[in-house]
Each structure stands twice: as structure tokens, then as C-alpha cells.
């Protein structure tokens, strides 16, 4: 009897467990299915959009600096040629010296007379520290002195206007040699030129 009762106890209480067990596993399936993969392909889809955010960014910020760069070189080839044409003004300006100048520095300074051919270097005065800007020339001063104006013709017929305003330690050696104030973005890309140089005034 006691046996009999036992089976029974067991084939009724059997369906139950494994009613409960397929309903465990239907919520496990349904967690893995709602709860989560989601998350998992919410943090992918998270962590790829902030990948494309900043690469946007970096772009941007690439790009305006490009800008940026670009508006400053424009600004200062804008201020180099502003500063040629006051020193081509001055040059123009600039009152012929009289006859009865005696002094050898003047005598020097005669309108019109051809030096010969100079050697060409340049430099740039802002680079240095210097505000003396673009429209002078150092030169060996006992061959012009300073203020002395001068013409300076290339051989492709390019002509710049230069007033005598410092010197340096190649002038001694090198009396034939002007160094030429430019900025370093419009030095001529051979580095060295050779030019006619005429007195002005």
C-alpha cells in the first residue's frame, strides 16, 4: 500500500517540476532574448557613435585649423606687400639731393648711379625679434651708408625698393652683398640672387 502511494505521490508530483522547469527555461530564453542582448547592442551601438563623434570633431578641428593657418599667411604676405609699396612711396617721395651737398655720404648718395651687380641674401627681421620691417637692407655701410636708397633690378626684371638700414657681420668681408629684408615666406626659393643695384636718393 504504502508503495502504490508512493507512485502515485511521484507521477503527481512529477508534471509539476517539469512544468516548472520549461517555465525556468522559458524566462532564462526570455532574458538572454530581451534583457540581455539589448543592452550588449545598445553599448556597441553607444561606443560606435561616440567613434564617429570623434572622428567629426577631429575633422573639424583639422579643418579650422587649416583655416586658421590660411588667414594668418594671407595676413602677413597682405602686411609684406603693404610695407613694399610705403618703401616704394618713400623711395619716390624722397627729394633729389642738391649740388652743393659735400659730404661723402651724400656724394655717395648721387640719383641714378649704378653700383654693379650685388650678391643677394636675405633675412627676416620679425623672425629675429626685430620690428624694423620689410623695407630695408643691411649692407657694408662704408659702400652705403645708411638712408641711402637704393634700386635693386633682377635679372628676370623684378625690381624692389630698399632703403640702407643696418649692417651685419658679412658686410666686411663681403662689401657686394646685401642682405635683403623679406619675410621667410617669400624668400626666393634659390636662397641666394644676384641684381643690378642703382643709388636713388
Known sequence: MAISLLIVNFI???PTQAASEKTN???STSLVNDTIKPVKMRAKLIKERQKAAIAELTKNAQAEQAKMDAQAKAEAEAKAQEEQKQAQQAVTQAPTPTANTTSQANTQNISGVNKGTFKLSFYDPAALGSN???G???ANLSVFPK???LKITLSDGTVWYRVVNDTGGFAAANPNQLDVAMPNS???AAGILYATVEVIG
Do not use: D, I, S
Open 12 to 14: 503527481e508530483v512529477n
Open 25 to 27: 527555461y522559458n524566462v
Open 132 to 134: 624694423m620691417g620689410y
Open 136 to 138: 630695408g637692407v643691411a
Open 147 to 149: 638712408g641711402t636708397r
Open 186 to 188: 617669400q624668400v626666393p
